[in-house]
């Protein structure tokens, strides 16, 4: 939460992702022309699932298909349970196999040798807006790619009609640099949007990776794409090793199947002997928080500078940092002063007993109100007085995190640096994150709904961080969550934990709690921060400069 004067002094860009557009040539890296069959991989994939009609004939021929299922429903799961099987249920080759069976409790699939080995099946389970989860295993890494395909039409190529077409993850070992990329297939050509050759994948035979592939609708013209490879062994990694946006117009706002892709450098004469696996294979429908939900409108307006939004019970609470006044809102209609003067409240916050927190910035610190007697909870670290607490958030068991910025103070900082702190009911305080003074600016900080995470908005740097929390609440772990932010402020968290960031762009840019970005919602003015509230929790409070704004978010 920004003070009214504050205005950064660092130049935020937008994020810019580079679409590379490539083809799969048989050997050597890519090439910058089209063919109907670039060098793609991908496993066989066998499922069995709820949504299976044994009948690929009632499958649209091109785009349609059936309904997803509701909102965060899982569409697919499969495990391979039963060795020397066939693909099960609803599963089709597509094209080009060779092999596509069930061995060693994993999904196998071997291509037949041509000018482009490629085997490809196809299930006709409806996918739009989805994540993809897959273990996969290469047998001969070093001649074999593995891909995986949503909002497919059943097509192989140029091959069939209708020609293929979707979005898919391709994981190459193949190449001279083993990489991992985002594709689209229109008209039967293959095109490679993005792709990270890396070294350190390592990728190895024998060894299960674990794959994760987001796509989903960001407007009626844009898809964003997300994907990451790592050892099953391993921690999965924080963030995305590739991310890029399409507006492919024939992609757009569609619903497909799944087609899954085993390819091989090899080809005609010469035979294919090894195969590549996949299992423990699970597809989710995405619940996108924008979708549905409208641009923020104004609820009161003439203030001074608002924030601190705090749903308790039945009303809201806000603060005028710069009029130094709490104000109290009883939907739909009525505003009253809750206190005055409020010592330049910023934030605000419940405790474990329902007493009001506030991080006050004149004088410094984070008070308390129990029954309208309001006393001093802390002003100071280690003897030296706080620069002006801002934002605060309290855990389950009554641990307090809170910023403790320079926006606004009164006088010179007696502290060397501006602070993360976490307030323990009985361990004391303790300074989490030092940040480097004309460096970071820790402002808005909220927990995650399993309170699992801590995420702290950095105003100066134009990023949100994330933190692991520990039982004791020690924070551990710091990584960027947002990067590129114009002047992020506060955050809030909806009903399906998805974190929402207050800009100054002005806008709210929300992302989901690993980092997965849904897209922004535009509000009229600079927006310090918000708020859910409301009977079912699902209306979303905005305070922006001199208002209050609102609107319902329906959660996918």
Not at 7 to 14: D, I, P, Q
Not at 249 to 265: E, M
Request: glycine share 12%; hydrophobic share 40%; aromatic share 10%.
């Amino acid at each position: 939460m920004c003070s009214a004067p504050f205005r950064s002094s660092v130049f935020l860009t937008g994020m810019i992702l580079a679409v590379l557009l490539f083809t799969r040539e048989a050997f050597g890296e890519a090439s910058p022309t089209h063919r109907s069959r670039p060098e793609s991989a991908g496993p066989s994939v066998i499922f069995t699932d709820d949504f299976e009609s044994g009948d690929l004939s009632a499958w649209s021929e091109v785009i349609g298909g059936p309904e997803p299922p509701a909102c965060g429903g899982v569409l697919l799961t499969e495990t391979f349970p039963d060795d020397g099987g066939s693909w099960p249920g609803s599963w089709t080759v597509a094209g080009g196999t060779d092999v596509a069976d069930v061995s060693g409790g994993r999904g196998r699939q071997r291509p037949l040798p041509t000018n482009y080995s490629l085997a490809r099946v196809f299930h006709p389970a409806a996918t739009s807006d989805v994540e993809v989860r897959f273990t996969l295993v290469f047998e001969d890494v070093a001649t074999q790619g593995v891909g995986f395909y949503v909002r497919q039409n059943g097509g192989y190529l140029q091959q069939t009609s209708p020609h293929g077409q979707g979005y898919a993850v391709f994981v190459e070992g193949f190449r001279t640099t083993p990489g991992i990329g985002v594709w689209r297939e229109v008209d039967g050509m293959e095109q490679n949007l993005q792709i990270l050759f890396d070294p350190a994948l390592g990728l190895t035979d024998g060894v299960p990776y674990r794959v994760r592939f987001r796509v989903h609708q960001m407007d009626a013209s844009t898809t964003l794409l997300q994907a990451k490879i790592w050892p099953e062994a391993a921690a999965e990694p924080f963030g995305w090793q590739v991310e890029t946006t399409d507006a492919t117009p024939s992609l757009q706002r569609i619903s497909g199947g799944i087609a899954v892709d085993s390819w091989s450098s090899i080809q005609s004469p010469n035979s294919i002997a090894d195969h590549t696996l996949v299992d423990d294979i699970e597809v989710v429908e995405l619940c996108n928080p924008l979708a549905g939900t409208a641009a923020p409108t104004l609820v009161l307006d003439g203030f001074l500078f608002t924030e601190g939004p705090l749903w308790r019970g039945d009303h809201l609470l806000f603060t005028d940092l710069e009029a130094s006044r709490i104000h109290r809102r009883n939907p739909p209609a009525g505003l009253s002063t809750y206190r005055e003067p409020s010592q330049e409240a910023n934030g605000l916050a419940l405790d474990v007993d329902g007493d009001l927190l506030a991080a006050e910035r004149n004088p410094p610190r984070i008070s308390t109100d129990t029954g309208g007697v309001v006393t001093t909870l802390v002003d100071g670290y280690m003897g030296l007085a706080f620069n002006a607490p801002n934002d605060l958030v309290v855990r389950s068991d009554g641990v307090v995190y809170f910023t403790d910025p320079t926006f606004g103070m009164v006088g010179t900082p007696e502290i060397g640096f501006n602070g993360l702190y976490r307030l323990h009911t009985t361990l004391g305080l303790t300074a989490e994150w030092e940040g480097v003074t004309g460096v970071n600016e820790p402002n808005g900080v909220a927990l995650s709904l399993d309170e699992s995470r801590l995420f702290v908005a950095d105003t100066q740097a134009g990023s949100v961080l994330a933190w692991d929390v520990a039982a004791d609440g020690t924070l551990s772990n710091p990584r960027p969550l947002a990067t590129s932010l114009t002047i992020p402020d506060g955050l809030c968290v909806d009903p399906e934990g998805n974190l929402w960031i207050a800009t100054w762009a002005p806008s709210l840019e929300v992302y989901t709690p690993d980092g997965a970005y849904w897209g922004s919602l535009p509000v009229p003015q600079a927006a310090t921060n918000c708020a859910f509230g409301g009977p079912d929790g699902r209306t979303l409070y905005v305070t922006a400069q001199t208002g209050l704004y609102s609107t319902t978010v329906s959660g996918g």
